[in-house]
């Protein structure tokens, strides 16, 4: 059985950093892209940042870059979300989701990820 179970959120200040992790089961992970989404409360799912099955191909959203970094370590089949410098704008509930891809650009479409996990909420306040 597929499973992603995303952990690390939390209430935080701004200017403060977390560090999400995204535990994968029931699949081959190091074949699977994984992504990060994120949902604010009335807003559309957006796409935070995602990294190809390898590893070696990395994606974020203009909005975060320079500030989250996205890695895997696929001897412990989890993927990390780490997240500086924090602003009230990335208040929102954070998921995971995974899909085939090793080695492509992966990509930023929801609609492209199979596998999602429950989401965890990342709260930062001003």
């Known amino acids: 059985q597929v499973q992603l179970v995303e952990s690390g959120g939390g209430l935080v200040q701004a200017g403060d950093s977390l560090r999400l992790s995204c535990a994968a089961s029931?699949?081959?992970?190091?074949?699977?892209?994984v992504g990060w989404f994120r949902q604010a409360p009335g807003k559309d799912r957006e796409f935070v940042a995602a990294?190809?099955?390898?590893?070696?191909?990395?994606d974020y959203a203009i909005s975060v870059k320079g500030r989250f970094t996205i890695s895997r370590d696929n001897a412990k089949i989890t993927v990390f979300l780490q997240m500086n410098s924090l602003k009230p704008e990335d208040t929102a509930v954070y998921y995971c989701a995974a899909y085939w891809n090793p080695t492509i650009t992966p990509s930023r479409r929801a609609a492209a990820y199979n596998y999602w996990g429950q989401g965890t909420q990342v709260t930062v306040s001003s």
């Open positions: 029931g699949f081959t992970f190091s074949n699977y892209a």
């Open positions: 990294i190809t099955g390898s590893g070696g191909t990395t």
